[in-house]
């Protein structure tokens, strides 16, 4: 087998983050993860790695073969880097906490996690940075309305605007296409072309499988129904009764955002023949859009049978939000991390240990005032102004070697060069 080189590219859907970004998703993940604490969710964190036994429980079949398994070293357990982090919060509370649930608690935890998966296509990456919130053992529609709110705001903090929000109910679609009972893949098929809106792909299905004019009516009907909050009221009576629960619990959740916080009905959508997360989802399906990302910013929804396989029968739901998408984004737009002043102390090539000993000591003062500071040990002052200038750095301390000792001067950033500000000698320490 050959080997690769050294500068091969990385693996699909790997990415290196430079210090530019990484600050900005650092403030970013902080950002978000106060407005979190704030509602009252307290912080938690997962490991990397989980028993793909336990882990995969939590997940569908197709998340399953996603997953990077590996047999751990001196064992035979199979284990899997975490793919997903809300499989791992419903094993931490039916291990740990359930005791709060059993007591009639209400459980809010957040999270920031990398996630690692086979990418589904070329486009989507391998590892994913999240954070995320979840709300456990309240099945109220007001719990749902408090995941669009903290959603909202959440997003606000971090500078996105203009953004969608997306809701739907997986109750509703799937209570019509249980209605037809189609098997396999024709209902395969039909998700796909409902999910796309193909009108036309719809009738030519339904017709060929023998479905009813009136069923593939009201499939059609099911595709059309997006729009703003009124179209809750549209759908009554067109998709029979066995979507009247559904449709009342999401106009439900429509009254409890509107009594939080009203303005947000202007920003909502509602699209009742959103079939993707079926296999997942118990109840609303929350994904919001913004302008000028090309897949949605935040997901959620409710998961109401999923803490039953970890031992802990409770109601939940949840919210993510992609810090990869959000720092794309709000890259020109967004907040700017807030850093230190900076000191470059530059020691000259060839010069002795003293000269480094006094640097050292230089920078450890600069930095016991708040700032940042460091050693450059081989620039001379040109270079160790590119250096400043590359960092933002507005001030400069050359030190260069003399037949004495060495000699220490003071440059700071003016409008159009470096001033020369003082000079000294340095004391030679041991």
Do not use: N
Request: with cysteine.
């Amino acid at each position: 087998m050959s080997r690769r080189p050294i500068f091969a590219p990385l693996p699909p859907g790997a990415r290196d983050l430079l210090p530019a970004v990484l600050r900005r998703r650092r403030l970013l993940q902080e950002r978000l993860l106060g407005v979190f604490e704030a509602w009252g969710y307290a912080p938690v964190a997962t490991p990397a790695v989980e028993y793909f036994e336990v882990f995969g429980r939590g997940l569908t079949e197709a998340e399953r073969q996603r997953c990077l398994r590996f047999i751990a070293p001196g064992s035979d357990d199979v284990v899997a880097l975490r793919s997903d982090v809300t499989p791992q919060i419903a094993r931490l509370v039916g291990q740990r906490l359930s005791g709060r649930l059993g007591a009639g608690e209400v459980i809010r935890l957040a999270y920031a996690a990398d996630v690692i998966r086979t990418p589904a296509s070329v486009d989507e990456a391998a590892e994913e940075h999240q954070v995320g919130v979840e709300l456990i053992g309240d099945g109220s529609a007001a719990a749902d309305a408090e995941l669009v709110a903290l959603g909202q705001a959440a997003l606000r903090a971090v500078g996105v605007r203009g953004a969608v929000i997306d809701l739907a109910h997986v109750g509703v679609a799937r209570s019509v296409l249980d209605g037809l009972e189609l098997e396999g893949a024709l209902r395969a098929s039909l998700v796909t072309r409902l999910a796309r809106k193909d009108l036309a792909g719809i009738e030519e299905l339904l017709a060929g499988a023998g479905v009813s004019v009136a069923g593939r009516t009201v499939v059609r009907s099911l595709a059309c129904l997006h729009g703003t909050v009124a179209v809750v009221d549209r759908a009554r009576g067109l998709l029979g009764p066995e979507s009247e629960r559904s449709l009342e619990e999401l106009a439900a959740v429509i009254e409890c955002i509107r009594a939080v916080d009203p303005g947000i009905l202007d920003s909502l959508s509602i699209d009742l023949g959103e079939v993707r997360g079926h296999d997942y989802y118990s109840g609303l399906r929350l994904r919001v859009w913004a302008p000028g990302s090309p897949r949605p910013i935040l997901r959620g929804g409710r998961y109401d049978g999923l803490l039953a396989r970890y031992g802990a029968d409770a109601p939940a739901t949840g919210l993510v939000i992609g810090l990869d998408d959000v720092e794309r984004l709000v890259e020109r737009s967004g907040p700017e991390p807030q850093l230190a002043a900076a000191l470059v102390v530059a020691v000259a090539p060839g010069s002795s240990s003293a000269a480094r000993r006094l640097a050292e000591r230089e920078a450890a003062r600069a930095r016991a005032q708040g700032r940042r500071a460091w050693v450059e040990p081989h620039l001379d002052r040109a270079a160790a102004e590119t250096v400043a200038d590359r960092v933002g750095a507005a001030d400069i301390i050359t030190i260069s070697e003399t037949a004495s000792s060495p000699l220490l001067q003071r440059w700071r950033r003016s409008e159009s060069c470096w001033e020369h500000l003082a000079e000294q000698e340095g004391k030679s320490e041991p």
